[in-house]
């Protein structure tokens, strides 16, 4: 496929994600943990709620607002973790990055997240794609933990000024 083509694709396919997104609910039955996100620098904020069973992602959750980016990274990051084993969903947030550090495709297929490949040329928006996937991690890190406190991760690890 022409790179314009593929390009194209890649962005009827984020849009489709922020326009229909995937499993948006403001709530998820049983739950087992959640957390926020935030990423200061575009405004955008992500809230995952997650229920495990037997090690597995039996469902998900997201909500929040932001830029199409965060909000389509969202959903594409729910559609593939949805199911799946909690090791898995650590892989896919370790592929993710990897693709955004490295601008290629992943090597296990990763369905739709692999639109989200030409961010990787732009470091302000690699922190929308991101926030999903940090927030993700953040839920089941809290999983394992005693603190039932407010849990918040941001992706505003240096100031503003400095890219
Ligand atoms: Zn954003």
Not at 24 to 42: H, I, K, Q, W, Y
Request: glycine share 8%.
């Amino acid at each position: 496929m022409a790179t314009a083509d593929l390009e194209d694709l890649y962005r009827d396919i984020i849009l489709d994600h922020y326009r229909r997104p995937r499993n948006r609910s403001t709530e998820l039955d049983g739950a087992t943990c959640s957390a926020e996100g935030s990423n200061p620098l575009c405004g955008d904020q992500i809230t995952v709620s997650v229920r495990i069973v037997d090690d597995r992602i039996d469902a998900i959750a997201f909500g929040g607002s932001g830029c199409s980016i965060s909000q389509a990274s969202a959903s594409m990051m729910t559609s593939v973790v949805s199911g799946g084993t909690l090791a898995a969903a650590h892989e896919g947030a370790a592929a993710f990055q990897r693709m955004m550090i490295e601008g290629e495709p992943p090597a296990e297929d990763m369905g739709d997240i692999e639109a989200l490949i030409g961010v990787a040329k732009f470091p302000a928006r690699v922190k929308c794609a991101s926030l999903a996937w940090k927030t993700l991690e953040q839920a089941l890190a809290m999983r394992d933990s005693t603190d039932d406190g407010a849990t918040t991760v941001t992706t505003d690890e240096r100031s503003p000024h400095d890219d």
